[in-house]
């Protein structure tokens, strides 16, 4: 059965430090999604991917945080610098362009220290 | 804005007992789609139930089943039968019809007890 990989499934930085985390969409899906999970609440929306365009960065930190997705596959999303209250877990989906449902990755726990 | 409200933080159940796990929303769209999402412990979220507004039959599956109520805009999951495999996180999602963003609840934690 098709997954969204995600890597690397943990991550421990030091404050400061530029880390990324590195998503593969299911294949052929055209949407992808980056959320971040803090402990203890919901996924929020960090950004949205249709093809390689971003359709949705609204709450993405953009003096810190940017995401790419070149080719409209897979995507990269990186930190720098990494701050204390960055620690979280990064959850990456997917789902069809026109899909109801959206498939998610293992994510990645960052500890920003 | 939409948001989704979980108020139940968490719910602990016997095996082969019924949890019911309640979410409210609030939006002013008429078409929209609400789901649960279940985060077993270091595992991915994995749909349960999805709930098109447009419909009026409560969606089933299996063990799980919504009971949707559009005009007081709650959406609760009842899980039947329950098993030690149900632990996890549950989260309530909703999502309109022309835009890809899910919205999430806080979560309710459902510890199922032998």
């Known amino acids: 059965e098709a997954e969204v990989a995600q890597s690397p499934r943990y991550k421990i930085t030091e404050k400061s430090q530029a880390v990324a985390f590195w998503c593969d969409p299911i294949s052929g899906h055209a949407t992808l999604y980056w959320y971040r999970q803090i402990l203890g609440q919901g996924p929020e929306l960090l950004v949205q991917f249709q093809d390689e365009s971003v359709v949705d960065d609204s709450q993405l930190p953009k003096d810190r945080f940017s995401a790419e997705r070149l080719k409209g596959v897979d995507s990269t999303l990186k930190i720098q610098p990494a701050e204390l209250g960055d620690s979280a877990m990064y959850l990456c989906?997917?789902?069809?362009?026109?899909?109801?449902?959206?498939?998610f990755g293992q994510g990645t726990r960052l500890t920003v220290v | 804005a939409q948001t989704v409200t979980q108020s139940q933080p968490e719910m602990s159940v016997q095996e082969a007992e019924t949890v019911t796990l309640s979410c409210t929303y609030d939006t002013s769209e008429n078409n929209y789609y609400l789901f649960w999402y279940k985060q077993p412990p270091s595992r991915q979220m994995i749909l349960v139930i999805r709930?098109?507004?447009?419909?009026?039959q409560n969606a089933t599956e299996n063990r799980f089943s919504v009971n949707f109520q559009k005009a007081a805009k709650s959406f609760s999951l009842k899980i039947s039968d329950s098993q030690l495999g149900d632990t996890a996180m549950y989260f309530c999602a909703f999502r309109t019809d022309s835009w890809g963003k899910l919205q999430f609840g806080a979560g309710t934690q459902v510890v199922v007890t032998p």
């Open positions: 989906a997917s789902s069809l362009a026109q899909g109801i449902e959206a498939f």
């Open positions: 709930q098109e507004a447009y419909k009026q």
